[in-house]
Antibody
Framework: QVQLQESGPGLVKSSETLSLTCVVS?????????WGWVRQPPGKGLEWIGS???????YDNASLKSRVSISLDSPREFFSLTLKSVTAADTAVYFC????????????WGQGIQVTVSS | QTVVTQEPSLSVSPGGTVTLTCGLT?????????PSWYQQTPGQAPRTLIY???TRSSGVPDRFSGSILGNKAALTITRAQADDESDYYC??????????FGGGTKLTVL
């Protein structure tokens, strides 16, 4: 059974960098699929942040692209999100996800981690 | 910028049928957008219900079905139950490696 688990600081200061990690168990990152991040501000909807494939394909939400970096660590079965120059608007629950290149749906989700940006 | 539209809120009676839709402010939704649907209850991660327009995810009851209705993707829930009360999000692949969620529909069962 595939499981994804986010970890990282729950509080980040404004203008600094947010860094989160997603540990994958029950499936190998290098076996395919895409690995990405979705966020949800308090009381609002879902927003796709970006995704990566083991082959090196890179997809990012254009509205965040200049601040986002996603990397895969296949040997250690985790992937990471870095978001630079955060503001209060980046306060959200962040979910890591697995999604399929063929059907393009997000088929596996982490439980989510709350990140608050403080001034 | 692509904007995906959903009804902000809908209600359905227990045992009734409701259809949620997923459209575009510009253009029509087709199977080429690989529409998928997710159910989310408060404090939980979303759960996949439907993908590639009309394929039910494992374990999803057949009361949930997906389709294209006119120029929108649609999620139909039949025989509605109390625990169907959730937020529902559609997701579209808009091409060039980009995905966009709809704003979500809050479904009330009453």
């Amino acid at each position: 059974q595939v499981q994804l688990q986010e970890s990282g600081p729950g509080l980040v200061k404004s203008s600094e960098t947010l860094s989160l990690t997603c540990v994958v168990s029950g499936f190998s990152i290098s076996s395919g699929f895409y690995w990405g991040w979705v966020r949800q501000p308090p009381g609002k909807g879902l927003e796709w942040i970006g995704s990566r494939s083991p082959s090196g394909s890179t997809y990012d939400n254009a509205s965040l692209k200049s601040r986002v970096s996603i990397s895969l660590d296949s040997p250690r079965e985790f992937f990471s999100l870095t978001l630079k120059s955060v503001t209060a608007a980046d306060t959200a629950v962040y979910f890591c996800v697995r999604h399929r290149s063929g059907s393009k749906n997000f088929d596996c989700w982490g439980q989510g981690i709350q990140v608050t940006v403080s001034s | 910028q692509t904007v995906v539209t959903q009804e902000p809120s809908l209600s359905v009676s227990p045992g009734g049928t409701v259809t949620l839709t997923c459209g575009l402010t510009s253009g029509s939704v087709s199977t080429a957008f690989y529409p998928s649907w997710y159910q989310q209850t408060p404090g939980q991660a979303p759960r996949t219900l439907i993908y590639t327009t009309n394929t039910r995810s494992s374990g999803v009851p057949d009361r949930f079905s997906g389709s294209i209705l006119g120029n929108k993707a649609a999620l139909t829930i039949t025989r509605a139950q109390a625990d169907d009360e959730s937020d529902y999000y559609c997701l579209l692949y808009v091409g060039r490696g980009s995905w966009v969620f709809g704003g979500g529909t809050k479904l009330t069962v009453l």
